[in-house]
């Protein structure tokens, strides 16, 4: 069974960095994309970006130019940076893996970890 | 860049009753959509992916169907459990969600 665990801190600073680290138990990171998903409180679910296990990225435009997701093969860990972060990033962050057919769903979830925004 | 609606916002039923939820692609998305269930607190639970193929342990009560804009997720009877937010999303070249629809205890 695979398993996915986000991890890093709940509380961030304005304008600085944001990194949290997702470790999949149960299955090899190296095949399969990668997303991470956030949400902020009382909202929906926001698509950040994904990487492949070859290391190629994809980021949502919006995002894009705060947004980096890297990989650790060795540890099995793929992970998510967010600079200049603002209330607005305050949200739930799940990593996920995409399955399904054209890679179009997201079969196994993080239980998610709240990040929060303030001085 | 592709807009999932969801509609309607709010569905009030309950127990033993049919939910039809419904999600339309501002374009056609071929097969490529799949359906969530969140409840509070936790993380989304896939129940449909490729539009109608149910997800491994997910009862045979969720069905989904439609193809190119419309899409349906039908619940056909309502089990306590059930009562949960519901998510379309959908795989171009980045990942889209609708904005939810919440199935509430009438």
């Known amino acids: 069974q695979v398993q996915l665990q986000e991890s890093g801190p709940g509380l961030v600073k304005p304008s600085e960095t944001l990194s949290l680290t997702c470790t999949v138990s149960?299955?090899?990171?190296?095949?399969?994309?990668w997303s991470w998903i956030r949400q902020p409180p009382g909202k929906g679910l926001e698509w950040i970006g994904y990487i492949y296990y070859s290391g190629s990225t994809n980021y949502k435009p919006s995002l894009k130019s705060r947004v980096t997701i890297s990989l650790d093969t060795s540890k099995n860990q793929f992970s998510l940076k967010l600079t200049s972060v603002t209330a607005a990033d305050t949200a739930v962050y799940y990593c996920?893996?995409?399955?399904?057919?054209?890679?179009?769903?997201?079969?196994?979830w993080g239980q998610g970890t709240l990040v929060t925004v303030s001085s | 860049e592709i807009v999932l609606t969801q509609s309607p916002g709010t569905l009030s039923l309950s127990p033993g009753e049919r939910a039809t939820l419904s999600c339309r692609a501002s374009?056609?998305?071929?097969?490529?959509l799949a359906w969530y269930q969140q409840k509070s607190g936790q993380a989304p639970r896939l129940l449909i992916h490729d539009a109608s193929n149910r997800a491994t342990g997910i009862p045979a009560r969720f069905s989904g169907s439609g193809s190119g804009t419309d899409f349906t997720l039908t619940i056909s009877s309502l089990e306590p459990e059930d009562f949960a937010v519901y998510y379309c999303?959908?795989?171009?070249?980045?990942?889209?969600f609708g904005g939810g629809t919440k199935v509430e205890i009438k």
């Open positions: 999303q959908h795989r171009s070249h980045w990942l889209t």
């Open positions: 374009q056609s998305v071929s097969s490529y």
């Open positions: 996920a893996r995409q399955a399904c057919g054209g890679d179009s769903c997201l079969d196994y």
């Open positions: 149960g299955g090899s990171i190296s095949s399969y994309y």
